[in-house]
């Protein structure tokens, strides 16, 4: 195995689990925990679902953490290919996302301290909580939105690298550098029109899971010996 298929093969392996692991937080709990509409349901579930929720939390820091080696990993992969370039999408991909990962663990700590309505906090109605536990719960999301920025520019360069580098199908440099319009899209959408978000999020799919297939790529096919490719077009 060459060493541009072992560092493709790491990187795809860091970018699934990453990706799995944040999926927790950004998926699952919406999905399982928030009602749309009913703020006091929410809440009521957060408080009897604590240890899920923190679950979500933890999620958040392990992806989080994850997330630094992924672009560190491709940068391995394609510095040789154009190292600004390159350098570039470690800036977008991890000093640009990973801390707001780390500063969203706040916002969830603060939902679910109004949640549950102990110490200090229960000086506080139950309506007065419940409504401070969401408004925390809507800064988490829209400072996802905000991140959701990055998750699209750092694509760019990253799609400009497989694109140029050969040694991954340049199909997929160009499905990743779409996925920057999706995630914009997606993005903008959620800070100017809240109400058709939910919309522009489901028809942005097909271009960001240009993600989904360059990560299963790089695991199972690997990528081709850049030696080879210079002795073909030489």
């Known amino acids: 195995m060459n060493s541009s ?10 970018y699934i689990l990453a990706s799995l692991v944040g999926a927790v937080r950004l998926i699952y709990i919406p999905e399982s ?18 240890w899920l929720f923190r679950v979500g939390i ?10 630094i080696f992924v672009p560190l990993a491709l940068y391995r992969l394609f510095k040789d290919v154009d190292q600004s370039t390159a ?8 000093l ?37 536990a969401v408004l925390f719960l809507r800064v988490h999301h829209h400072l996802d939105l905000a991140n959701a920025v990055f998750w699209g520019l750092w694509l760019v360069p990253f799609g400009l690298l497989v694109y140029r580098s050969r040694i991954l199908p340049r199909f997929l ?19 100017l029109l809240p109400a058709r978000e939910d919309r522009v999020f489901n028809l942005s ?11 299963l790529w790089l695991v199972i096919r690997g990528a081709r010996d850049p030696q080879l490719l210079k002795g073909r077009t030489s």
Not at 109 to 122: E, I, M, P, R
Not at 177 to 182: E, I, Q, V, W
Not at 205 to 215: C, I, K, R, S, W
Request: a negative charge; glycine letters at 8%; one cysteine or more.
């Open 5 to 14: 298929n072992r560092s493709a093969r790491v990187a795809g392996t860091l």
């Open 33 to 50: 925990l928030v009602v749309s509409g009913n703020p006091a349901v929410t809440v009521d579930n957060i408080a009897a679902h604590e």
């Open 58 to 67: 933890v999620s958040s820091l392990i992806a989080g953490t994850l997330w």
């Open 87 to 94: 350098i570039l999408m470690v800036i977008l991909g991890t």
């Open 96 to 132: 640009m996302q990973v801390p707001i990962f780390f500063i969203n663990s706040a916002t969830d700590v603060a939902t679910l301290l109004f949640a549950k309505g102990t110490d200090a906090f229960a000086v506080f109605s139950k309506p007065e909580r419940d409504t401070l």
């Open 173 to 191: 440099g160009v499905w990743l550098m779409l996925g920057c319009l999706g995630y914009l899209a997606f993005s903008f959408t959620g800070f």
């Open 205 to 215: 799919q097909p271009l960001t899971l240009g993600e989904v297939a360059a990560m």
